[in-house]
């Protein structure tokens, strides 16, 4: 006689067995129910912390199948051994998402005006980019910007953001800027002549940025008056770079640039099952 199992559920209706994956520092998961995404901070009896973008902690039982990972679920343990419960952090100071693979790009878009501010925003904040699949396009001029944001064709799902040197009132600049008049394109500027301005001088060793007399290149004037070489003012910047984190800017780019971002949808057509999910960092 054949010996049949006790169990008759259909094979289809099992649950299927999930990996238990280590809460350790650093992980990041979202709790489903909740849609809340972070990275671990803490572990202990049957529960685990998490830190989101923003810095707000939730505390969540660790039931199995309880978690996504990557998109897929997984159930948390205890990790082996103890360790420090501090997560890494990108420059900008947002939680680091070890491995994580960049999104797929969305329709809307950030245009930057100038060179050295496009390498800033990449050192600081690409990381975070990335991950939210936000495409910033360096912008060599504004003054073709009523055109090219025409071009663009921003619409309610391809908004289109748009960050400006020296945008103060009455400048050639501001005067670009009212042009455009897409109610999905922001345009928004700081008021630094060049954006080197932007990094607090005490981060740089120096009481403050020189005054430039008009007439004379402002960042070729600045290098004569504090002795740096002045006849590589590239080699200087990526000196200064080097040295900068969003705490060593000012908090009137830190602001601008935040509200840009907020500016671009965070809806995503068609997302890849390798995209983590969660709330955006700004």
């Known amino acids: 006689m054949r010996q049949y199992s006790a169990d008759l559920t259909p094979p289809w209706k099992k649950s299927q067995p999930v990996p238990e994956v280590p809460a350790d520092p650093g992980l990041v998961v979202e709790e489903p129910g909740t849609g809340f995404c972070g990275a671990v901070v803490g572990c202990e ?20 199948r309880g978690f996504l990972l990557e998109g897929r679920v997984v159930t948390l343990v205890r990790p082996s051994s103890p360790a420090p419960m501090r997560p890494s952090r990108t420059a900008s100071g947002s939680v680091a998402v070890p491995g994580a693979r960049a999104r797929v790009a969305r329709a809307g ?11 800033l925003v990449e050192k600081v904040w690409g990381d975070d980019l990335r991950i939210e699949g936000v495409v910033v396009e360096y912008l060599e001029g504004v003054d073709d910007l009523p055109a090219i944001v025409a071009e663009f064709a921003p619409g309610p799902d391809a908004r289109l953001g748009v960050l400006v040197d020296h945008l103060v009132p009455g400048s050639k600049e501001w005067r670009i800027a009212q042009a455009v008049t897409s109610e999905h394109a922001l345009v928004v ?4 002549i060049d954006i080197w301005e932007a990094v607090k001088p005490s981060s740089l060793g120096i009481e403050g940025w020189p005054r430039v007399p008009r007439g004379q290149d402002w960042k070729t004037g600045v290098c004569r008056a504090l002795g740096w070489p002045s006849d590589n003012t590239g080699a200087v910047w990526q000196a200064i770079l080097a040295r900068v984190g969003s705490s060593d800017l000012e908090a009137s780019l830190l602001g601008r640039w935040r509200k840009l971002i907020r500016s671009v949808p965070r809806v995503q057509a068609d997302p890849s099952p390798s995209d983590l999910s969660g709330s955006s960092p700004w």
């Open 189 to 192: 500027g700081h008021p630094y």
């Open 45 to 64: 009896a049957g529960t685990v912390t998490l830190e989101d973008r923003f810095g707000k902690h939730r505390v969540f039982p660790m039931e199995p």
């Open 109 to 119: 878009r950030i245009y930057v005006e100038g060179r050295h501010d496009a390498e």
